[in-house]
């Protein structure tokens, strides 16, 4: 019985550590825009996350910041704090800027 839940418990942290090697391998985060409706898929290469989709209307983007704030890093928001979908990719504070300003001209 032991040999049978620990087999279960590796396979687990496997799949785990398989997942966070295929994110840091393959990932991608596919954001898709359809009027006021918002769609995000967490892409592993090998696995998908589920598919969210949320009404959001006004569009509103803002920087979660992520680490020290040396190292001045963060994550993509869209939308407020009740109802918002967050970005897992870990991007600089100047570029996330940029990308903001981008996303506010395209969706004029």
Do not use: H
Request: glycine fraction near 8%.
């Amino acid at each position: 019985m032991g040999f049978m839940v620990m087999l279960f418990l590796f396979s687990i942290m496997g799949y785990y550590l398989l997942r966070i090697a295929l994110w840091n391998t393959f990932g991608k985060e596919v954001i898709t825009f359809n009027n006021n409706r918002l769609t995000y898929l967490a892409d592993y290469g090998w696995f998908k996350d589920a598919l969210k989709s949320k009404e959001i209307e006004p569009l509103q983007y803002s920087i979660r910041r992520i680490g020290f704030e040396e190292d001045q890093k963060g994550a993509l928001v869209i939308g407020d704090e009740g109802n918002n979908i967050q970005c897992a990719t870990k991007m600089k504070t100047a570029e996330l800027n940029e990308l903001i300003s981008q996303l506010k001209t395209m969706n004029k």
